[in-house]
């Protein structure tokens, strides 16, 4: 038998067995808890950041559009005897801040942190604290307006974190000494207000574009990744890196490339990354890998350098592809994730991953997004999960008014 046959045999099998692979869970179900309604002007609509709990079990999100003045909203979503019942937090005008993507963050007060990607004084994006009041309505402070003087990143659709001492970091998508979007810490001052410091200015073939979020390790270093540059050549722009910012001992902080991704490891990265508790680090390409779809990985060290391990390839049948924002864990090992597309209907799925005894990792479907009947699609973002194991997100379309979802899984 001719090579060339050997060859495509093995692929088209490859193939089969990884579609297998995708198998649909018969115990997850899924259940709208809320849809956004653009007929009613305080209601938002689109969302596209992931959820947060608070300490009570309520739910915490944004959207991207809607609201009183068409900018975006924070919203609660409060359980009662009656199901799930949404409230608007803040609607945001357009002048002080514009159009939130970005994950929100709690601080041990209760007060929300995170950004926009426009609006400020120069419609170039901000960082905000949403402070609960005693009233009902909760008031807003920008924490800083970025422009691109001084080198000032642009357009952060990252959230922001919090190390030890209060200060915040985050990324932003352009701006910077070269354009190509910063890494940014904002602490805060003893009169009041925030200082920003410039962690790092991406370049070219150090990345460029950092549109997902950071993560901290316990010895304070930062990592992330960007859709672009890096040392590959096989995509047009780059195929992106995942990258370190570690504090040094002089007190700045340094910039280095832990992996360059490339078409057969997975390319353009735009997810968050997620950390395990022993440092290992996950996310998902959304092109290259197997079937030229993207994947899941690991990147974990190995003897002062990081390697990569394909998890998973998603492919066309029948399986989700183009991950959607970051992946969660639960105690058992077990991984989970959105993606935006493909899946029965083609507009997305919930994925699990769970490690199998040969150092493989099965996926599960546990649901396909439908765009007909009421149900979410296209899920900008990945799940949470609560207690129990179930799981909770939005999707940016679909839902009863095609304005958007919120959605559980129940396990």
């Known amino acids: 038998m001719r090579r060339s046959l050997v060859v495509g045999i093995a692929v088209v099998l490859a193939s089969f067995l990884s579609a297998v692979s995708a198998t649909q869970s018969a115990s997850a179900q899924e259940v709208i808890l809320y849809s956004f309604n653009g007929n009613v002007p305080s209601d938002g609509n689109e969302p596209v950041g992931p959820l947060v709990f608070d300490g009570s079990g309520n739910l915490y999100g944004t959207t991207s559009n809607g609201g009183i003045y068409g900018w975006g909203t924070v919203f609660k979503l409060t359980s009662g005897s009656d199901g799930w019942s949404q409230t608007s937090l803040i609607s945001f005008n357009g002048i002080g801040a514009a159009w939130p993507t970005s994950p929100l ?3 041990s007060s209760g007060n929300l942190y ?5 609006g400020g004084v120069l419609n170039d994006g901000t960082a905000f604290e949403l402070t609960p009041s005693s009233s009902g309505p909760w008031n807003e402070t920008s924490l800083h307006d970025f422009s691109p003087h001084g080198h000032d990143g642009t357009f952060p659709r990252s959230g922001i974190i919090f190390d030890k001492l209060g200060n915040a970091y985050g990324t932003t998508t352009g701006g910077g000494l070269y354009g190509n979007g910063t890494v940014f810490q904002l602490s805060p001052l003893p009169g009041g207000g925030w200082k920003e410091n410039i962690l790092h200015n991406f370049h070219d073939t150090d990345g460029w574009q950092p ?3 950071l993560v901290m390790d316990s010895a304070g270093n930062l990592y992330g990744t960007t859709g672009f540059g890096g040392l590959s050549s096989a995509c047009n722009s780059g195929c992106g890196v995942a990258f370190e910012v570690s504090p040094t001992p002089q007190g700045g ?6 992996f360059n991704f490339s078409n057969s490891s997975g390319s353009s990265p735009f997810t968050p990354l997620s950390i395990d508790s022993t440092g290992n680090l996950y996310g998902m390409t959304t092109g290259g890998g197997r079937y ?3 994947g899941v990985f690991e990147l974990s060290r190995a003897t002062g350098t990081w390697k990569l391990t ?3 390839n998603f492919n066309s049948s029948g399986d989700g592809n183009n991950g959607s924002g970051a992946l969660a864990f639960d105690a058992a090992g077990n991984i989970y994730g959105a993606t935006g597309y493909g899946g029965t209907y083609g507009v997305g799925t919930v994925f699990e991953l769970s490690p199998q005894a040969n150092g493989q990792w099965k996926e599960t479907i ?4 439908n765009s007909a009947g009421g149900d979410g699609y296209s899920p900008g973002s990945g799940p949470i999960l609560d207690s129990s194991g179930n799981l909770y997100g939005t999707t940016e379309n679909g839902g009863a008014y095609n304005n958007g979802a919120v959605y559980e899984i129940v396990r």
């Not at 546990?366 to 997004?369: D, E, K």
């Open 105 to 107: 963050t709690f601080d």
């Open 114 to 118: 995170g950004t926009t990607w426009f």
């Open 211 to 213: 549109t997902p979020g």
């Open 253 to 258: 902080w340094k910039e280095k490339v832990i």
């Open 292 to 294: 030229g779809l993207g």
């Open 310 to 312: 394909i998890l998973h």
């Open 366 to 369: 546990l649901h396909n997004f």
